[in-house]
């Protein structure tokens, strides 16, 4: 019989591995939750340029009819539904080898990191992509200072 040196910090998961694996079941797996036809938050990617503030959202099968989106203050909403291709009811005579589609409602509500004009908001859907454009409040746009050379 041999003995195992413990090292209890090379035992610990890393906090980039907890976080990675975090990651992983939230938003690269559908949870039973968004399988199940139950309101699931949209993930999102959000940016931002001179300008504006950038917002993408990947929303395939849905029509730009099916989206609703709003700005109250700084606070961006995205809503949706995906509609069930399949009625989703228990019937014994089924045998499911897959269950993977997500069905249901689906809200996203984004604070914006900035003062935004609302009123000079673009959205843009293609393919199932959703982009939105805010307009950044001119308060908040980066301004530039001359530097005067002293004499």
């Known amino acids: 019989m041999s003995t195992v040196r413990w090292h209890p910090f090379e035992d610990m998961l890393s906090l980039r591995d907890a976080m990675d694996r975090l990651f992983q079941e939230s ?12 309101t699931v938050r949209l993930p999102v990617d959000v940016w931002e340029d001179e300008d504006v503030l950038h917002v993408v959202a990947r929303v ?7 989206l609703d989106i ?3 203050g700084e606070v961006l909403t995205i809503r949706g539904r995906f509609p069930s291709d399949v009625e989703r009811e228990e019937s014994k005579e089924w045998c499911w080898y897959s269950n993977e589609l997500w ?3 689906f809200e996203r509500t984004i604070a914006m990191p900035t003062k935004v004009q609302p009123d ?5 859907f293609k393919n199932g992509v ?8 001119e308060e908040a746009k980066p301004k530039t200072i001359k530097v005067k050379v002293a004499k």
């Open 27 to 38: 938003y690269v797996r559908p949870s039973r939750r968004a399988r199940r036809g139950e």
């Open 60 to 66: 395939p099968g849905l029509e730009a009819d099916d």
């Open 70 to 72: 709003s700005i109250t």
């Open 103 to 105: 069905y249901g409602s």
């Open 120 to 124: 000079k908001t673009d959205a843009v």
């Open 130 to 137: 959703l982009h939105l454009t805010v307009a950044k409040a």
